[in-house]
T-cell receptor
Framework: GQQLNQSPQSMFIQEGEDVSMNCTSS?????WLWYKQDPGEGPVLLIA?????ELTSNGRLTAQFGITRKDSFLNISASIPSDVGIYFC????????????FGTGTRLLVSP | NAGVTQTPKFQVLKTGQSMTLQCAQD?????MYWYRQDPGMGLRLIYY???????DKGEVPNGYNVSRLNKREFSLRLESAAPSQTSVYFC???????????FGPGTRLTVT
């Protein structure tokens, strides 16, 4: 079945640094979504990508839909302590209506 | 606008007990979903409802039942709880023909 591999699994950075993480699949995706989950909370949608090559920003966050359609990237610029959390990528399962498969997440820790 | 709400927030059950997790959304979304989240496993789809009056199995439906009570509400029932069902449960919703899913705050369930 479809699987999404995220890397790195975790990152520990200093405040102010830029962060990059990625998500890859063995299958082609037509949509990529990026979510952030704070401890004890539900995932929050950050960015949605619907077109290969698309580059979309949301404040300090920028995500890209890979040209091969098998990967996506999320960058965070000038990180701050509230960026701490787990970042998930997600894409539609090829078996059905609006069903998503999620990556296992990248845990980000930011040191002040 | 509360978005997606879930009750209860925490629950402890003994093996064999039953309970229903409640979910409601006020975004006029057609589709609703139930996920479970376990350490290292990401989010896995239990059941979903593409529209009012329909429900379908996801990746891990065994041991669960659902009811789409109306357009706003989608409940998840555990008929005979097992320790393997200890998890965090999230409800989500989305507009028709749109993969952007919005999540509730979760229910933390422990089965002893």
């Amino acid at each position: 079945g479809q699987q999404l591999n995220q890397s790195p699994q975790s990152m520990f950075i200093q405040e102010g640094e830029d962060v990059s993480m990625n998500c890859t699949s063995s299958s082609i995706f037509n949509t990529w979504l990026w979510y952030k989950q704070d401890p004890g909370e539900g995932p929050v949608l950050l960015i949605a990508l619907y077109k290969a090559g698309e580059l979309t920003s949301n404040g300090r966050l920028t995500a890209q839909f890979g040209i091969t359609r098998k990967d996506s990237f999320l960058n965070i610029s000038a990180s701050i302590p509230s960026d701490v959390g787990i970042y998930f990528c997600a894409g539609p399962l090829n078996t059905g209506f609006q069903k998503l498969v999620f990556g296992t997440g990248t845990r980000l820790l930011v040191s002040p | 606008n509360a978005g997606v709400t879930q009750t209860p927030k925490f629950q402890v059950l003994k093996t064999g007990q039953s309970m229903t997790l409640q979910c409601a959304q006020d975004m006029n979304h057609n589709s609703m979903y139930w996920y479970r989240q376990d350490p290292g496993m990401g989010l896995r789809l239990i059941y979903y409802s593409a529209s009012e009056g329909t429900t379908d199995k996801g990746e891990v439906p065994n041991g669960y039942n659902v009811s789409r009570l109306n357009k706003r509400e989608f409940s998840l029932r555990l008929e005979s709880a097992a320790p393997s069902q200890t998890s965090v449960y999230f409800c989500a919703s989305s507009r028709t023909a749109n993969y952007e899913q919005y999540f509730g705050p979760g229910t933390r369930l422990t089965v002893t």
